[in-house]
């Protein structure tokens, strides 16, 4: 290895590990840049569509930001409205609620809440109020020290703010100069070696692609069926229940499992029987038999290609590291890192240490 070489591997690895460190000491900063070029990788097919059909790419950037501002708020009015209106027919049946929850409550639980009774229940239930009532401003001192110690940092505050009230400014200026910001980093790429540098990141880009688009339209996809079926089947909060599990199926899943556990406990609540938790958990298995055997495969396909006992190995190391941002991350990351070894476990195959004898 020559002198150059050496100098070039050794300031490449200065440069990694600065902004690995500036990265990782300036998350505040550089998050919403993250999320507006997530957001940047998602919108990018759709503004290379309309360049290819002769439209301008900053008209196209434009026409794109107002169809997806207009998807984003008429799904927001129809939710806001739609749990609204749940919301009230919740309220309407709590009395009724409470009285399930009384009957099913096991009477050693009752003896020892001292809640033998429907109304010693819901004498109970005044107290827990009239308590929390009163110490509502104890609760309010915690918050404003929170909030004082907030504001002793407003610089921070205000860095903080601006940065996600800019995403939008990035998102353009990252949608806009995408073909040049991947030219610009190929220039840097030696020629001997940019047939593979553009063979691994289409496969890179395969494999991303396949998880965020996809993962996401099977997400819309299955937060429809949940709620449709839950709605059919009588369940308060049905919307709201069905979204939310079709939201979190981006973490594998961590959705099926919550949205389980919500409509069985509102069906529970609310009709006092068996049949209807039983309906819950039987479309819960159809949706995700649909998931499993069309859904996922038609859409995401097979680019990413992970092990499910891979998959949930990642996610417990993601979520063990980073939290609920390390688990969003997990199974990405762990597909492209599958890339890479991909490629080692045939170098290592095609080579005489492995082929000799």
């Known amino acids: 290895m020559s002198i150059n070489t050496k100098i070039l591997l050794g300031v490449a690895f200065l440069l990694f590990t600065g902004t690995t460190a500036l990265l990782y000491f300036s998350s505040d900063v550089f998050l919403p840049l993250f999320i507006a070029f997530a957001l940047a990788y998602i919108l990018n097919p759709a503004v290379e569509f309309m360049e290819r059909r002769g439209i301008k790419r900053s008209y196209g950037i434009i026409a794109v930001f107002c169809l997806a501002i207009i998807l984003c708020g008429g799904f927001a009015v129809f939710f806001a409205v739609s749990i609204t209106g749940e919301f009230s027919n919740m309220q309407l049946n709590l009395p009724a609620y409470v009285q399930h929850l009384y009957e099913i409550t096991p009477a050693a639980v009752k003896e020892y809440l001292g809640v033998e009774t429907p109304d010693k229940l819901f004498l109970r239930v005044n107290e827990l109020l009239q308590q929390a009532r009163s110490a509502a401003p104890d609760l309010l001192k915690p918050l404003l020290l929170m909030l004082q110690k907030a504001l002793t940092s407003t610089l921070g505050v205000i860095l903080a703010l601006l940065g996600y009230l800019i995403i939008p400014v990035y998102l353009f200026y990252l949608l806009f100069d995408l073909p040049q910001l991947k030219a610009f980093i190929e ?5 001997r070696f940019c047939p593979v540098y553009r ?3 289409s496969e890179v880009d395969a494999v991303l692609s396949g998880f965020v688009r996809g993962q996401l339209s099977v997400c819309a996809i299955l937060a429809l069926l949940y709620s449709a ?3 059919l089947i009588g369940i308060d909060l049905a919307i709201a229940i069905g979204t939310l599990a079709g939201i979190t199926f981006i973490i594998p899943y961590v959705g099926t499992i919550l949205g389980i556990g919500l409509s069985v406990a509102m069906a529970l609540l609310k ?3 068996i049949i209807h938790p039983l309906l819950c ?5 159809l949706v995700q038999l649909l998931e499993g055997t069309v859904i996922t495969p038609k859409i995401v396909g097979d680019t990413v290609g992970l092990h499910p006992l891979v998959a949930i190995v990642a996610l ?7 939290g609920i941002f390390g688990m969003l991350l997990a199974v990405p990351v762990t597909a492209v890192l599958q890339v890479f070894l991909n490629s080692l476990a045939e170098f290592y195959r095609t080579s005489e240490f492995y082929r000799e004898g």
């Open 229 to 231: 079926g839950l709605y």
């Open 281 to 285: 958990l039987g479309w819960f298995g």
């Open 271 to 273: 009709f006092n029987d």
């Open 316 to 322: 417990l190391i993601g979520g063990q590291l980073f």
């Open 199 to 201: 063979k691994k990141l």
């Open 187 to 191: 220039s840097y790429i030696p020629e």
